[in-house]
């Protein structure tokens, strides 16, 4: 199911749109350019929540990933 969405442009813009009517599928391209930017701002929000956490983790005593490599390796 799909809906209808207006919006205003410069009387010039839409001119130049008329003009190209039959080369550009101006629906197509304004419903593709507003899915773009609806996951770029998901891909943002996801890093900042990522972000957000990674901060509020509690910090390890530096060389903490050094000895684990090496329990790791020493393990085999």
Do not use: Q
Not at 8 to 31: F, T, Y
Not at 54 to 68: C, D, F, H, N, Q
Request: glycine residues 2%; aromatic residues 6%; positive net charge.
């Amino acid at each position: 199911m799909t809906v209808v969405v207006s919006f205003r442009v410069p009387k010039e813009i839409k001119r130049k749109m008329d003009e190209l009517k039959g080369k550009i599928n101006w629906s197509k391209e304004v419903r593709e350019f507003i899915e773009k930017k609806i996951k770029e701002y998901e891909r943002i929000s996801t890093v900042e929540e990522i972000e957000k956490l990674i901060r509020s983790l509690p910090e390890v005593p530096e060389g903490t990933a050094s000895r684990y490599v090496r329990e790791d390796r020493d393990s085999s």
